[in-house]
């Protein structure tokens, strides 16, 4: 696991997507094949690593969401971000942070998900191993 | 298990595959022969193509450029494929070479001389299965290995997701003589539009084992049917041979259930959209190139979704007992309501 100093710069990796469900939204990396769901501030954090950010400028943002009493929480978010691999060291972009937006303040959550899509597929329509006759 | 080819097939054929139109120039009339069975059982009605993929498929060697691919871009149990700038480079184990240009929609295969014709017929299935999953999702539809059935008078669907043995078409054909309808049993296309969701059919046809066919008593001796591929001994059966009236081209996805074999009896456990999430990816060959997995992904999404969604565990004997069946059917209603 790479030292999440707060002024070290992160930027999601290529190769991880995000999408939004129902309350938040699904990260699937598509290196592992795991994937992760995450609630709205859970998947706010993570957009706001797509072009590059510091954990300051994450609590920064998170507190003016309304984390307050919940940043040691967001600091874990970002520690288990990066030790899950979903982000890698980056050069700041130094331009403005996109906007993202949170309705309510929820304490962030980030499950991975205990078992990882096919790495390896059977064609590419059917993924799955059929079942024997 | 592959037949020998037999059906005769021009050196330019157009192969109708959903939204997709293949043209190909076969400059070996035994491959075309060979391929035919594969390429022509995408036979749900869909009009004007919206793209059209103009394909050369011949015996040679690799070409000089011809690299080992990474498998960056996709790998199966045959296939490596990378992505280099808009092409896909893919080759199979026997060396089966396929290059895709998604800029000028112009695809070669290149197919070695070799003594194993059977791998080599396989291996230039999954390059043209690869192609048209390409070719797909360029046309904005995401592929789905999954059957699906509507009751009677609805417009509305409910996608079963399985792999292939677990029982798709098993359900769908007790389904189809209750009077319930189908895009197909395992091959879809989904789409998320400002019209909302929608599920088109690709294939009218069941694929059967004959082990299968005292389920399908309406179809007689499966011994008629040709064969899938050689990789299952499984039949290639057209639904309305038994059916005529049963088929539908579209509907919308309203309802999702994943299925599981069990001893016996049957179980229904709700599902949430997470799980459902999970068993809708895991019936996609999803690339791991993220700017092609992008797309597929987020329609995937839209649908976990907007759909209510269960796990069906189906007893063996389980279709023998009309109760056992009424209740697979009330499942079925109770999600779409």
């Known amino acids: 696991m790479q030292n999440p100093s707060s002024d070290s710069c992160w930027r999601l990796r290529s190769d991880v997507v995000s999408t939004v469900l129902h309350n938040g939204g699904v990260i699937l990396d598509l290196r592992s094949k795991f994937f992760f769901s ?21 609590l920064e943002a998170s507190r003016k969401w309304g984390a307050n009493g919940d940043l040691p929480a967001v600091e874990q978010l970002i520690e288990q971000i990066i030790a899950e691999g979903l982000v890698e060291a980056a050069t700041p972009a130094g331009g403005v942070m996109p906007e993202v937006a949170v309705g309510t303040w929820l304490l962030p959550v980030l499950s991975k998900h205990h078992e990882p899509l096919q790495r390896i597929m059977v064609s590419a329509f059917d993924p799955g191993l059929p079942l024997a006759e | 298990m592959i037949s020998a080819p037999s059906a005769r097939v021009p ?6 595959c959903g939204p997709v139109a293949l043209k190909i120039n076969f400059t070996d009339s035994w491959l075309g022969e060979a391929l035919h069975g594969l390429l022509s059982q995408y036979d749900a009605p869909w009009g004007n193509p919206v793209l059209v993929i103009q394909a050369t498929i011949g ?5 000089p450029e011809a690299k080992e691919p990474t498998g960056a871009y996709f790998r199966s149990w045959l296939l490596r494929v990378e992505r280099q700038g808009g092409s896909l480079i893919s080759l ?52 789905l290995h999954a059957g699906s059935l509507l009751p009677p008078g609805e417009n509305r669907c409910v996608l079963l997701c399985a792999p292939s043995g677990v029982g798709k078409t098993t359900l769908i054909a007790a389904a189809l003589r209750r009077g319930w309808r189908t895009l197909g049993d395992d091959k879809t296309l989904l789409q998320t539009g400002k019209d909302g969701l929608i599920a088109r059919a690709l294939a009218r046809r069941f ?16 011994g008629k049917f040709p064969h899938y591929s050689r990789w299952t001994d499984k039949r290639v059966v057209p639904i309305a041979s038994a059916w005529p009236d049963r088929l539908l081209d579209s509907a919308i996805p309203a309802a999702v259930i994943q299925l599981q074999r069990i ?4 179980e229904v456990e709700p599902m949430d959209p997470m799980k459902t999430l999970h068993t809708l990816l895991r019936q996609v060959a999803i690339p791991s190139d993220a700017e092609y997995a992008r797309p597929l992904v987020a329609c995937i999404g839209a649908v976990a979704a907007a759909v209510k969604a269960a796990t069906v565990k189906i007893g063996q004997g389980a ?19």
């Open chain 2, 207 to 222: 694929h059967l084992h004959p082990s299968s066919s005292r389920w399908f008593s309406e179809l007689g001796d499966f």
């Open chain 2, 92 to 143: 199979s184990k026997s060396g089966v070479w396929l290059k895709y240009d998604s800029a000028t929609c112009e695809a070669v295969v290149v197919v070695p001389h070799g003594s194993d014709e059977p791998s080599i017929v396989e291996e230039t299935e999954q390059q043209l299965i690869l192609l048209l999953a390409r070719g797909w999702a360029q046309a904005g539809w995401t592929p």
């Open chain 2, 59 to 63: 015996r040679g060697p690799l070409p």
């Open chain 1, 38 to 58: 995450a609630n709205p501030t859970a998947l706010a954090i993570v957009q706001m690593f797509e072009t590059g950010a510091t954990s300051a400028q994450v």
């Open chain 2, 319 to 337: 279709y023998d007992d009309p109760a056992l069946v009424g209740r697979l059917e009330k499942t079925l209603w109770e999600l779409l309501t």
């Open chain 2, 11 to 16: 050196a330019n054929a157009t192969y109708g």
């Open chain 2, 263 to 266: 001893e016996s009896g049957v």
